[in-house]
């Protein structure tokens, strides 16, 4: 199985990268978080999920364990394919999913694309045992959420997509989590506006 991945980017879609071992292109699919970090690199280290059936054999890749984790956490759910696990790790991030299943929080899953009410109860139901013992990356993880919660709010108070605020909220939050609510709606009405 291949575990790891570390090669030249030769090609690069928001769901797929070529990637150039010693002349060998590998075709590894990708979550829009990794496409994300990936851009403007010439090279890149990833965390692959090898997939293995009859009939077909992908490379699944990701930017840190953590994502290849849930992604491999997902696949055990009935019903989730690679396809729909992608999608769903492309709709928000793996800590967020891992927050929002342990606070039961139904609103934050079917923002997901092809993630209504009952799939949403459904992954939430499923994932709480598997999830138990996962971490999300910060010890302030309710501080974190209050304020990532307002400052989401804020900027949807004020006419901007949800799901896009919550994306730069969570990647501000990352770079400095103790970035107060007044000063995180800042930089992401800078981000959101530009």
């Known amino acids: 199985m291949i575990a790891q991945l570390r090669g030249i980017i030769n090609d690069l879609k ?8 010693g002349g060998v292109g590998y075709q590894v699919f990708i979550p829009f978080s990794t496409y994300e970090k990936l851009q403007n690199k010439k090279e890149a280290f990833l965390y692959i999920y090898t997939l293995h059936r009859e009939d077909q054999l992908k490379l699944f890749g990701f930017y840190n364990e953590h994502d290849k984790h849930v992604f491999s956490l997902l696949l055990n ?12 790790l492309s709709g928000i991030s793996s800590e967020m999913l891992v927050e929002a299943v342990k606070t039961d929080n139904i609103s934050i899953l079917t923002k997901i694309p092809g993630i209504g009410k009952a799939k949403a ?9 598997k999830f138990k013992n996962l971490t999300i990356n910060s010890s302030e993880r309710g501080l974190i959420s209050s304020t990532k919660n307002d400052a989401v709010d804020a900027l949807a108070s004020l006419g901007f997509d949800e799901m896009k605020s919550l994306k730069i909220v969570d990647t501000l939050l990352k770079d400095k989590p103790e970035m107060g609510i007044e000063e995180l709606v800042k930089k992401a009405l800078k981000i959101v506006s530009s």
């Open 77 to 88: 759910v009935s019903g989730i394919g690679p396809s729909i696990a992608l999608s769903i």
């Open 14 to 21: 928001p769901t797929e990268t070529v990637m150039d071992l």
């Open 121 to 129: 109860e459904k992954l939430i139901f499923d994932l709480k045992r």
